[in-house]
Nanobody
């Protein structure tokens, strides 16, 4: 079992940055592919970014590529999402997700989910 708790959301103006954090529990965290999803009002949840268990490989949605950076610290059981150049269309609830091995950076299914953290970007 893995429990995920997100933090770091908030209200920012367009062009600014936020860093989301996801704290994970569980002894096997370091073997999980981790990712971030988001859900805007009245829209389906969508993939944002994923990172391999080693941290050596990443995958991003086209809409955030070049602006967002996912990283992890296995020693601290943490995953991060650095979000730069935020735009109003990035407004959503952001969810941390974990996939048990074997898993794919390109098809994260979300075996475990956090409760989400709200990100609001004003224009």
């Amino acid at each position: 079992q893995v429990q995920l708790v997100e933090s770091g959301g908030g209200l920012v103006q367009a062009g600014n940055s936020l860093r989301l954090s996801c704290a994970a529990s569980g002894r096997t965290f370091s073997r999980y592919t981790m990712g971030w999803f988001r859900q805007a009002p009245e829209k389906e949840r969508e993939f944002v970014a994923a990172i391999s268990w080693t941290g050596g490989s990443t995958n991003y949605a086209d809409s955030v590529k070049g602006r967002f950076t996912i990283s992890r610290d296995n020693a601290k059981n943490m995953v991060y999402l650095q979000m730069d150049s935020l735009q109003p269309e990035d407004t959503a609830v952001y969810y941390c997700a974990a996939d048990r091995p074997p898993s794919s950076l390109y098809h994260l299914v979300g075996d475990y989910w956090g409760q989400g953290t709200q990100v609001t970007v004003s224009s």
